[in-house]
């Protein structure tokens, strides 16, 4: 069993967030165990205090000193808890890190994760936003979640019609759940595996791949560990290495207009990057709105914008949150300006 958990005050959360802003934390604790929270919540001393549960501080923006408790999720585990139909079912505590657990699935043979490789941040968080890339997003493999509610002080298990999962979104964002604290998630991974290669790019890399490896005659199915791999090779092209650069990858969602407003739009600017929804909206590339505004790889004091990829905004050094709200600010306005659509923020304000 874990020890007590201690409590730390005044803590440095520059290593903490991918960012690498450096504020820090009135309280800090690292959570281990899912019993710690109860313990530590039903101080009333604790619980009265504004809370920030941290994953792997890869989606947030530090916009300053965090004046209240900080949970930080490091509980570790993962195993096979079983069957349902066709799917074999998975769960890891919340503090996993996230690109280890799809490593660990692959390696025990079972496909269904592969297109989410590579995403920093942990297990618990995945939900949150519904993370999202290369053609799928948590809720096509979700099966359900454990989650500590501060207020009973009690476990609740959540289906995914519970979790309300949307694009970049869950019920986890909103007043309903955003108290609460999320321990564990499992997974539902099918058994009849088949490659999602809707999106054009990943399909392309895999071919590409696959034809310098083929030796003999004939075509093989690629195999899940092929396609992880294909789309750990794109990201690493594409992506800023947290490590190197500080950033917390996409930092706006792609816009979601009407198909009357795209229409209008597309009359403008013909070159419009554009996807058609099957619920009849239209969603717009951020990315390409950005890049055509011409801040790709331009700078505002020591946040910028990552040359490769204008949705990738970044901390050049010693950038404050502040400074990043600035930049992201100044690009919000001239996207409203030039296309009349409001980019939000995809990272967590804090
Ligand atoms: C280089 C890079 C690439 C990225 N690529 C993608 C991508 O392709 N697709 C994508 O969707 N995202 C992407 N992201 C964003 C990020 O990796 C994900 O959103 C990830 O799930 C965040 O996990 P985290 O543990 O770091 O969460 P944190 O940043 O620590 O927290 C994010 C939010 O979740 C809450 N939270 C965290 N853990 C819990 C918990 N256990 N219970 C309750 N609330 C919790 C926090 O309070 C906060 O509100 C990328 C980020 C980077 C830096």
């Known amino acids: 069993m874990p020890s007590e958990p201690t409590l730390q005050h005044d803590f440095s959360l520059r290593d903490l967030n991918t960012f690498g802003i450096d504020a820090r934390a009135r309280h800090y604790v690292r959570i281990t165990a899912a019993h710690q929270l109860a313990a530590l919540l039903g101080e009333p001393r604790l619980a009265a205090l504004p809370r920030l549960v941290l994953g792997g501080g890869s989606n947030l923006l530090l916009t300053g000193d965090f004046d209240g408790l900080v949970l930080h999720m490091a509980s570790s585990g993962r195993e096979i808890v079983g069957a349902s139909g066709e799917h074999v079912l998975v769960r890891a505590q919340a503090g996993e890190n996230w690109h280890g657990f799809v490593e660990w699935t692959l390696a025990q043979g079972l496909g269904g994760l592969e297109n989410l490789a590579l995403i920093p941040g942990t297990v618990g968080a995945a939900p949150i936003q519904n993370i999202g890339a290369y053609g799928m997003e948590t809720r096509d493999v979700f099966h359900s979640l454990t989650a500590f509610d501060p207020a009973t002080g009690t476990l609740a298990n959540l289906d995914g019609a519970a979790c309300r999962f949307a694009y970049r979104d869950s019920l986890f964002k909103h007043a309903a759940g955003r108290g609460l604290i999320i321990v564990d998630v499992t997974f539902a991974l099918p058994r009849e595996w088949r490659p999602n290669l809707r999106y054009a790019e990943l399909a392309t890399e895999l071919d590409n791949a696959l034809a310098s490896a083929r030796t003999g005659e004939g075509v093989a199915e690629p195999t899940p560990r092929q396609v992880a791999d294909a789309v750990i090779a794109i990201r690493r092209r594409k992506l800023p290495d947290p490590a190197v650069i500080g950033n917390a990858g996409s930092f706006f969602k792609n816009p979601v ?40 790889g331009r700078n505002l004091g020591p946040a910028g914008v990552y040359p490769k990829q204008a949705l990738v905004l970044v901390n050049n050094g010693g950038a404050s949150g502040a400074d990043v709200q600035r930049l992201a600010q100044a690009i919000q306005a001239d996207v409203l300006d030039r296309y009349g659509v409001r980019l939000e923020p995809e990272p967590v304000f804090v």
């Open 257 to 296: 207009v009407s198909a009357q407003q795209c229409a209008a739009l597309l009359e403008r600017h013909p070159a419009l990057v554009h996807h058609r929804q099957d619920d009849g909206s239209v969603k717009l590339a951020a990315g390409w709105l950005i890049d055509q505004c011409g801040w790709k």
